[in-house]
């Protein structure tokens, strides 16, 4: 990319709007306030005794599940446990559902499973539902340990100096499925790596690693106390900084994708943050003709790197083709 002045900043504000309030009061109705119609008959003295007794048992103890998904310790999936073996992933054991030891895949994976000494138990498919984010681990779950954050000098030094190069910039993406599918889609394109905030945001877990179908595995995720500050960082590398939002005024097809560029994300609520936007060289959109709000932030986030991806293909796809 030319360098020279950056682009104009386009777009006010980011994001789904604001909700407007509501005419319905947000007090709920007290059991006084039901009408006639609606108040139940009294009942017996023994009998309110026995239901006062049985809600207070409820209350007192609910169900409880033994689940460690926000610690991010497991890798659920056939796919991810492939991917987990063939990148030598760090795997502290395997549980295998009783019952599927016969399969095709899982004998195969049994075979890596063995070739890297790692222990193997079999175990109820409960204790494995139990584990899974979504009950789709397909019969295998990977016991892990945390999840090896980068530093975002990492994805900096990993970015190529002589050649085009994508950050995906997630400002406070909180869904655990749409933060694996932008982590998979990142990965597919050839991304350097994924910006992530250290706080009230989606992070590793059994469910990102199941979404990102092992992608995540693949590509360095760098988590920062403060995304204004590491897109700074990213500018002073080179990078041009672009933010999404429904309200730019440029469509992506207009928007200067060539080179390095560190493409920023919002949240599924909010979009992007006002102090995040104001670091933006520029803003862009998809083209939309169809009547629906928008693409939510995953599907938003694959278009636009398969954009970047488009802009700078006779760089990365066509001219390594020719050289062959």
């Given amino acids: ?18 909700r407007v309030n509501e005419s319905r009061s947000k007090t ?4 006084d306030q039901k009408s006639a119609g609606q108040q139940r008959p009294v009942r017996a003295r023994g009998q309110q005794s026995r ?30 446990a492939f ?45 494995l539902d139990a584990i899974s984010s979504h009950g789709a681990h397909q019969g ?9 954050y980068a530093d975002l000098s990492d994805i900096i030094a990993a970015a190529p100096a002589d050649r085009p190069a994508l950050v995906v910039v997630l400002d406070h993406v909180t869904d ?23 706080k009230r945001a989606a992070e590793v877990t059994v469910a990102t690693y199941k979404t990102s179908a092992g992608a995540i595995m693949h590509l360095p995720i ?20 672009g933010g999404a939002t429904e309200h730019a005024t440029d469509v992506c097809w207009d928007a200067p994708f060539e080179g390095r560029v560190a493409l920023v994300m919002g ?36 278009a636009l790197c398969f954009e970047w991806l488009r802009r700078n293909r006779t760089t990365l796809v066509d001219a390594p083709a020719m050289g062959e």
């Fill in 1 to 18: 990319m030319a360098q020279g002045k950056r682009p104009q900043r386009g777009g006010d504000y980011q994001g789904k709007p604001k």
């Fill in 28 to 31: 709920p109705r007290s059991h």
């Fill in 51 to 80: 239901d006062v007794q049985r809600t207070t048992q409820s209350q007192a103890a609910p169900r409880r599940r033994d689940v460690h998904v926000a610690e991010g310790n497991y890798i659920e999936g056939r796919r991810a």
């Fill in 83 to 127: 991917e987990a073996l063939r990148t030598g992933f760090p795997i502290k054991r395997a549980l295998i559902a009783q019952g599927v030891e016969g399969e095709p895949a899982i004998r195969e994976l049994l075979a890596g499973l063995g070739e890297a000494g790692v222990n193997v138990k079999s175990a109820p498919r409960a204790q």
């Fill in 140 to 148: 295998i779950v990977f016991e892990v340990g945390r999840f090896p």
């Fill in 176 to 198: 655990a499925g749409n933060f694996g599918a932008i982590v998979r889609s990142a990965e597919v394109v050839g991304a350097s790596g994924v910006v992530i905030p250290n």
């Fill in 222 to 241: 760098a988590q920062v106390p403060n995304i204004a500050r590491a897109l700074e960082d990213l500018k002073s590398a080179g990078f041009w900084v």
């Fill in 267 to 302: 949240s599924e609520g909010d979009g992007i943050s006002r102090l995040v936007l104001d670091t933006c060289d520029f803003t862009t959109k998809l083209p939309q003709l169809g009547q629906t709000e928008s693409l939510n932030v995953a599907q938003a986030a694959t």
